[in-house]
């Protein structure tokens, strides 16, 4: 899994690549939630165009940005999810993210 951050400035956008799941799931939050902190912007995006798979992690990935960026007034958006991946965010009920 690697994660680039691309800062610009109130847009955070965070390119995901490769599993989504618990075994990765404390490596992504550490590349995500140090800039969230620093700059406090008022979009997260997860761009999911280089996911390959993603379980229930993924949802809680997802959410605990959300509360992160709830705290400081910001929104999250997820872009460029693949069909398997847009099946399990609308099961969670959070199709609404979706762009």
Known sequence: MAVKIINQGERIIAELSGDIDHHNLVDIRSEIDP???EIAPKWLVLDFSGV???DSSGIGLIL???RILD???GAI???NAGNN???IIS???LENLII
Do not use: D, P, S, V
């Open 35 to 37: 800039c969230l902190e």
């Open 52 to 54: 390959n798979f993603m």
């Open 64 to 66: 605990g940005r959300k």
């Open 77 to 79: 958006a997820i872009k």
């Open 71 to 73: 705290q400081f007034g």
């Open 91 to 93: 099961l969670a009920g």
């Open 85 to 87: 991946i847009k099946k």
